[in-house]
């Protein structure tokens, strides 16, 4: 007769390999996102209202079909509330409550907690793209050029408005983030060429405003997808500048309590 090897129920405490607890930190960072009625107004639904209100309401001029110059900028604006306005808030708050520091004391790690930040930042940025892109083309969109183009800048501004977030987070205090950010969001908003064309602006100024963030990505779609043009190499190095020097310098004042 055979006899079964003996079972073992010795304990064997560990963490999880480092790719689980990353995928598993950045689902939960995607939840709370979309179960917070704010941060989903911010990511999905202003954006949406504002590709529906100045696409169909001749409320300025704008070059050519409204719908092909509105979209580029929405999908800008939308990368915007998520990298840099949410990102900001939300961090800004987790900092307070020692949420993060707390969560840097797991096996995670922090490098591993930033990783999952992004990770959830990228994810929830896909969703957005597909859906006003899903709307804007119900709209009559015909977006043009080469995509591979328009994903290096979404990625490059990511990392930028990523920059600019965590910069503001890790030194403000959570109720000064939470200011500033929204401040920040408003006014690049109006000036970054999203709704209103950048040629619309006085020469001294279009000159500062071409330099921002926001204004590099928007009009670096707006040249893919509305013009079909190349690679607008410009409005890359302006994105990857900033993405350089909010990130390093970041890096140097995070606060993680």
């Known amino acids: 007769m055979t006899s079964r090897p003996a079972l073992d129920f010795t304990p064997a405490p560990g963490a999880a390999p ?3 607890m990353v995928l598993a930190q950045a689902a939960a960072e995607v939840r709370a996102v979309l179960r917070n009625g704010e941060q989903l107004l911010l990511t999905l639904i202003i954006p949406i209202l504002v590709l529906v209100g100045f696409s169909a309401a001749p409320l300025l001029e704008l070059p050519g079909r409204r719908i092909d110059f509105v979209a580029p900028g929405v999908l800008a604006l939308a990368i915007m509330s998520t990298a840099f306005t949410g990102q900001a808030i939300g961090t800004g708050f987790e900092r307070r409550y020692g949420v993060l520091k707390r969560l840097g004391a797991t096996p995670l790690s922090r490098p591993g907690l930033m990783l999952a930040k992004t990770l959830a930042v990228v994810t929830v940025e896909v969703l957005q793209i597909v859906v006003i892109a899903a709307v804007a083309l119900a709209m009559g969109w015909h977006p ?8 290096l800048l979404v990625i490059a501004g990511t990392a930028a408005f990523s ?7 890790g030194t403000l205090r959570a109720e000064a983030t939470l ?10 908003l109006g000036l970054g060429g999203v709704v209103l064309p950048v040629t ?15 204004t590099a990505l928007t009009g670096g779609l707006r040249s893919v997808l509305a013009h079909g043009g190349g690679l607008p190499a410009r409005e890359l190095l302006v994105l990857l ?9 970041a890096s140097r004042t995070f606060r993680w309590e």
């Open 144 to 151: 043009q050029g080469d995509p591979v183009w328009a994903v």
């Open 200 to 214: 619309a602006f006085p020469h001294a100024v279009r000159a500062v405003v071409e330099l921002l963030p926001i």
């Open 163 to 169: 920059g600019l977030a965590l910069l503001m987070a």
């Open 241 to 249: 500048a900033w993405a350089a020097v909010t990130l390093f310098v």
């Open 179 to 188: 200011a500033a950010a929204n401040l920040v969001y408003l006014v690049l």
């Open 18 to 20: 480092l790719p689980r």
